[in-house]
């Protein structure tokens, strides 16, 4: 069973919240105060695991190892995800899982691989929690990520890949922005799955974790959520 925590706008967390496996926290984030006092009740219920993500791919850099650790602490999170680009080498990645496990156990880290060489290497080095992104997913076959113990999809690239792989955990804004589209999953699907990245949001802008949905687009969206952990956990 794959589980799922899906980004939305801040003003509508609430609204999000019973279909939420886990909480994915985006690092850079958490000096909102709405955000932040929603991940202290979350913290506080002890109810649904906590996962601090390093924000790459919103600030296309990653938040400073030191800060990650604070967000963990401040908020007992079970997860973070080292420091990562898509663009570092093998050595890179190996020198960010380094510096981070020399603060915490591997237990608590996720590397972030983005070829089956990066992994194994990883893997010889003692860590247990890998990612893997949509950035990057396309050089993988599904046959070598099924082989990724526990892997964690940063990010949705299609759902015939979700069926297929199975990966044990998935964070995603996808049903929000087709929502925002007026996309449902079937629309998506006719159109063979384009990524809708933050930019083509046309009114919402970059905007899109303060934008403000209509009541409309809220429904959308949670059907889509709904429909996406149905269609993806029922498969034969």
Known sequence: MTKFSFEVPIKHLSAFDDLQDFTFVLSYLCENPVYERYLREKANEGLSSIWIDNSFNELETSEPLDFLLYQRTLLNASRIIAPDHPKWGTDEILNSYRHTKAHISSDYIIVVVSSMEMYKQARAEGARNFAVSYWTREGFTFEELKSIPQVHFLGLLNIPELQEVRPISCDTS??????MKGMSLTDWAKEAYP???????????????????????IKLARRNTWELKETVNTKA
């Open 174 to 179: 996808m049903p929000v922005k087709l929502a």
């Open 195 to 217: 990524h809708i990245h933050t930019k083509d949001l046309g009114k919402h802008g970059m905007d899109f974790f303060n934008a403000e949905l209509t009541l409309d687009e």
